[in-house]
């Protein structure tokens, strides 16, 4: 008989996670699997349970819960030699993963997806020796991510951001940047560095807007050090999807990407505290395989 997990973070979607697993069960049930269900508790927990799946050849894992679940999930994925097919239910505030591949964000919707469905290979990004699957982010901006409380997550989305943001860019802190790329090299001062690997990041569809997940290339901009009056046209320019044309902002695209600076500078992986300079990002072309809708 199939396999199947269903790794859920029993905390995720204002605690209702829970809710959705019956049905997701019954469906799986039906078609074929066995199905094992396990519940995160602490750090690091999906990660582990995604292995132990990988290790005794499951056809397919279902991640129910936020992008920290998600992002757990995936890198339990990674190093595997047997890698089952993915399923996302998102329970998140932002859900960026499921956004570029026009999964659901309601719940119930996204688990019809598991019901009927096709499936696509994706890329990974690689950093360091962890992986990412949206985004990295170099700067002060970066670092005010970790600001934003639950509580202003909740009430403001992808919103929330924005706004500890921009009360960072009011002070306009730049830092000194060395970005390497595929033989290039860029270095000066710069206000935020992203690498993005889809066009959804922090819930915004329009940041980087050629981005697919399966083009096997990282979408990089580098904001440059500016007069603090031009940041309203940067904003501007990051909601409408025109960030690369803007004069004040450097873009381009990559495989492998090396970050350094003099400052002592913490990375934003995901949404997540990363690591601190200097780091290496690369891409792992079609590496994993998702459960996504048909297309119409």
């Not at 964000?105 to 992986?131: C, F, S, W």
């Not at 990295?136 to 989305?157: C, I, M, N, Q, R």
């Not at 580098?222 to 999807?241: E, F, H, Q, R, Y």
């Not at 004040?248 to 990407?257: C, G, L």
Request: glycine residues 8%.
């Amino acid at each position: 008989m199939k396999k199947a997990m269903v790794i859920v973070n029993p905390s995720s979607g204002k605690e209702e996670a829970l809710n959705y697993v019956e049905k997701l069960e019954e469906i799986l049930q039906g078609q074929g699997y066995e199905v094992n269900v396990s519940q995160t508790e602490k750090e690091l927990d999906a990660t582990k349970f995604c292995e132990s799946a990988c290790m005794e050849e499951y056809e397919l894992v279902v991640s129910l819960g936020g992008d920290g679940t998600l992002h757990e999930t995936i890198n339990g994925l990674m190093d595997e030699h047997h890698r089952p097919k993915l399923g996302i239910i998102p329970m998140g505030t932002v859900n960026d993963f499921a956004r570029a591949l026009n999964i659901p964000l309601d719940p119930e919707k996204a688990i019809d997806v598991i019901r009927d469905h096709q499936t696509r290979k994706v890329d990974i990004g690689t950093y360091n020796e962890g992986y990412f699957v949206n985004i990295v982010a170099v700067g002060a901006v970066a670092e005010a991510a970790y600001d934003v409380s639950p509580e202003e997550k909740t009430k403001l989305g992808p919103l929330a951001y924005v706004v500890e943001g921009m009360k960072t860019l009011a002070s306009n802190p730049s830092y000194p940047l060395t970005i390497e790329h595929d033989g290039q090299h860029w270095e000066g001062d710069s206000i935020l560095f992203l690498a993005a690997l889809t066009n959804s990041t922090g819930g915004f569809e329009n940041l980087a807007p050629d981005a697919e997940v399966d083009d096997g290339v990282l979408h990089c901009y580098i904001i440059n050090d500016m007069n603090v009056l031009k940041l309203p046209a940067v904003l501007t320019s990051i909601l409408t999807g025109k960030l690369k044309k803007n004069k004040d902002v450097t873009y381009f695209k990559a495989k492998e990407i090396r970050i350094s600076s003099p400052e002592d500078l913490i990375t934003n992986v995901d949404g997540e505290e990363g690591r601190k300079l200097p780091i290496e990002l690369g891409v792992m072309p079609n590496h994993i395989e998702v459960l996504v809708p048909h297309k119409e």
